[in-house]
């Protein structure tokens, strides 16, 4: 035997001061144990994503009240923000087109409620519009920051009887 082949053989057979292989994935591992932490990870995914949509839908979610309701609640309103909603009374809107304040009274029927509102003017806003009105309540007037007028649900063109 040449001294090349004794080099070669030795190249090619197992030796001790080698480090082993990496073993192979555990054949034996069952696939859904393999696939518990991917769905682990959705339901965690979607968890995150049904506590993002209620947490932006509860600031959006507020119950507006009548007149009657706003005044029955006294005090307790006064320091919060509140959804009022009624109609505006026919003769009593006044706007100040250099102040830029508008002053009407809303009604839910049985009771009235002076309101003041500074800001943009809804094209719907109009006599007898059903509005809804974001502000405070001081006792005795609202102070609304957000009017919203609300759309007819019956189109009638004008000049048409």
Known sequence: MSAVDSRARAATSPSKDRIPAR??????????????KFIFAGVIIGLAIAYLIFSALQGTTMYYLTVGELKAKGE???TEPVRLGGKVVDGTI???RNSRVLKFTVTDGKESLPVAYSGVVPDAFKP???VILEGKFNGTDFQATTLLAKCPSKYVPTGLE
């Open 23 to 36: 073993p192979q994935k555990k054949a034996w591992l069952p696939r859904l144990m393999r696939q518990k």
């Open 94 to 96: 006044d706007f100040n």
């Open 128 to 130: 007898d519009a059903d």
């Open 76 to 78: 307790a309103v006064y």
